[in-house]
């Protein structure tokens, strides 16, 4: 089955600084990519996501990268703000033949710090 | 648009005793899924539902968890006996559920479950 790995597992920021976290994956057929921010005692809320079709998307200062022959997709962060601070979770999951959507597989988590 | 409502929010039992969870997902929501997040880890999905059917449940210890949707529209999820290893957050999380389509998942906030 597929697995995603995460890191870091920690990263501070200076106010300002940009913020790169990146998940690799398994599984060559999972096609769709989401990031999601979860603050404390809140559910995770997707920030943006891609598809495999795509190698870059961007959403005012986030962006993701996808690079599927390796395997591997990042998030950016540029202009950090305290309110930045949360953890961030890759998820990697596919649209499979029955035409239904697969099982989002978590990363660990990367807990954000943006010190002012 | 009201979101995912999930409750008790907080639930604190001892070892071997029975404990339920309730969601109401998003109106409209087809697919409801419910995932378990062990502290310092991503969501781990436990049960996928579409409409009142079980799409997948391969991960569920049914051995002690049990879940239901009755009408398509509010799930349950009881665990029986609980055992120590069950303490975590149960994070409930609906979507339209559009075939061929990648579908948002909206999480709820989460049941803190703690078994002494």
Redesign the interface.
């Known amino acids: 089955g597929e697995n995603?790995e995460?890191h870091p597992s920690t990263l501070s920021v200076q106010e300002g600084d940009s913020a790169v976290i990146k998940c690799t994956y398994s599984d060559s057929a999972s096609n769709?990519f989401?990031w999601?921010k979860q603050e404390l005692?809140?559910?995770?809320?997707?920030i943006i996501?891609i598809?495999s079709n795509v190698g870059e998307k961007k959403d005012q200062r986030i962006a993701v990268t996808l690079n599927k022959t390796a395997k591997h997709f990042s998030l950016h962060i540029t202009e950090t703000q305290p309110e930045d601070s949360a953890v961030y979770?890759c998820?990697a999951?596919d649209?499979n033949y029955g035409?239904?959507?697969g099982?989002?597989i978590?990363?660990?988590?990367t807990k954000l710090s943006v010190k002012p | 648009e009201a979101g995912v409502a999930q409750s008790p929010r907080y639930k604190i039992i001892e070892k071997r005793q029975s404990v339920a969870f309730w969601c109401n997902p998003i109106s409209g929501h087809a697919t409801l899924y419910w995932y378990q997040q062990i502290l310092g880890q991503g969501p781990k999905l436990l049960i996928q539902f579409q409409n009142n059917g079980v799409v997948d449940d391969s991960q569920l210890p049914k051995d002690r968890f049990s879940a239901e949707r009755l009408k398509g529209v509010d799930s349950t999820l009881k665990i029986q006996p609980a055992k120590l290893e069950d303490s975590a957050v149960y994070l409930c999380a609906s979507s339209l559920g559009l075939d061929f389509s990648y579908n948002e998942q909206f999480f709820g906030p989460g049941t803190r479950l703690t078994v002494l």
Do not use: C, E, I, W
């Open positions: 995603v995460q769709y989401p999601y005692g809140k559910g995770p809320q997707l996501d598809r979770f998820a999951s649209v035409g239904s959507q099982n989002l978590f990363g660990k988590g």
